[in-house]
């Protein structure tokens, strides 16, 4: 059993900061890749879902244009857990924003997708 949670959401104003965390534990045998998403429920199924930013084990960065200079994504292998550092958040930020890690299973060695149920940000003044 894995389990990934979110945290660090909250209300802030336009230019304002937050922090949230994902943090990852379980059965674990290793963590490879996490990722923050931001759902759009309107959009056509299957493109419902939008990376925001990535990280591998190794540091190895992504980020969506929309985010990019703003956003920060960092990583602690030990805790398996990331971060994602928002500042000069803007009204169009406003989401729930959901965690996913890849995840190899300890008892079964074998790897999938995991999923949190997401931490609500709003900016609003």
């Known amino acids: 059993q894995v389990q990934v949670v979110e945290s660090g959401g909250g209300l802030v104003q336009p230019g304002g900061t937050l922090r949230l965390s994902c943090a990852v534990s379980g059965d674990i045998h290793s963590v490879y890749l996490m990722a923050w998403y931001r759902q759009y429920p309107d959009r056509a199924p299957g493109d419902q879902r939008e990376r925001i930013a990535s990280i591998t084990s190794g540091g190895r960065t992504t980020y969506v244009d929309s985010v990019k200079g703003r956003f920060t994504i960092s990583r602690d292998n030990a805790n398996n857990t990331i971060f994602l550092d928002m500042t000069n958040l803007k009204p169009e930020d406003t989401d729930v924003y959901l965690c996913?890690?890849?995840?190899?299973?300890?008892?079964?060695?074998?790897?999938?997708?995991?999923w949190g149920q997401g931490t609500q940000v709003s900016v609003s003044s």
């Open positions: 996913t890690a890849r995840v190899m299973v300890a008892t079964t060695m074998s790897a999938d997708w995991y």
